[in-house]
Every structure is written in structure tokens, then in C-alpha cells.
């Protein structure tokens, strides 16, 4: 049962990695929600087995269950309910700006490459003169 679950917790993680190198908000956020789920399910796994209780009357020497997963994933669940939220409002401000929730290219990103791709160009040609002569 823990392949299962496993393997479920591998698949969320790489639908949702897929999902965030997307350039659209949606994805983005759809993207983090599955890893999210996926990193719970991880947590989960680490709890041990089913049906273990928390709690036993005193003098009973059986196993029980860690309350700090429970903990642990219930807090991850808080976190990324602020951070979805936070995620629709700007996809919401992004759409209502620009009428589409794609991520543009930042100017001085496509600033730094154009530099570059001029600098690489003209070491080429350095580079080329050099072997001719």
C-alpha cells in the first residue's frame, strides 16, 4: 500500500513541477497546489501505519501513531491556502490589466540578453581574427 501511495505522491510532484514551468498563472498555481499535495501525502507516509492509535489507556505497551506529521501537514495545508490566495489575487490583477494571465518576459531581461548575445558575437569575431592571423 505505501507503493501506491508513493508513487501517487511522484506523480503529483511531477505533474506539478510540469505544471509551474508554464508561463501562465493558472498553471502556476494549479502547479503548486499538486506539489503541495504531493509533499503532504510525503509527510503522511513518514507517520507510520494505519490505525494506530494516539492515545492509550495507561499501562497498555502498544505502538501508536506520531501526532507530528498530523501536525506538520495541517500546518502545510494553512501555508498554502495564504499562498494560493495570494497567487489568485495577482493572476486576478494580471488578467485584469493585461486581459490574459501569461507571464511577459521582464525588459531588462531581454536587456541583459541582447548585451550578452553582442558581447558573444564580438568575442567570436575577436576570436576569429586572431586565428587568421
Not at 494505519?50 to 492509550?56: G, N, R
Amino acid at each position: 500500500m505505501s507503493f501506491i501511495t508513493l508513487a501517487i505522491a511522484a506523480l503529483l510532484f511531477t505533474v506539478g513541477t510540469y505544471l509551474l514551468l508554464q508561463r501562465t498563472l493558472s498553471r502556476v498555481i494549479i502547479g503548486l497546489g499538486l506539489m503541495s499535495h504531493g509533499a503532504n501525502v510525503l509527510i503522511m507516509l513518514s507517520a507510520g501505519g494505519p490505525a494506530q492509535p494516539p492515545v492509550l489507556p495507561a499501562g497498555t505497551a502498544a505502538p501508536i501513531a506520531d501526532p507530528l506529521p498530523q501536525a506538520m501537514v495541517l500546518t502545510a495545508i494553512v501555508i498554502t491556502f495564504g499562498i494560493t490566495a495570494f497567487l489568485l489575487a495577482l493572476a486576478l490583477r494580471s488578467y485584469l490589466l493585461t486581459g490574459d494571465d501569461e507571464v511577459e518576459d521582464d525588459i531588462e531581461d531581454r536587456r541583459i540578453a541582447r548585451l550578452q548575445h553582442a558581447a558573444e558575437e564580438a568575442q567570436r569575431e575577436e576570436d576569429m581574427h586572431e586565428v587568421a592571423l
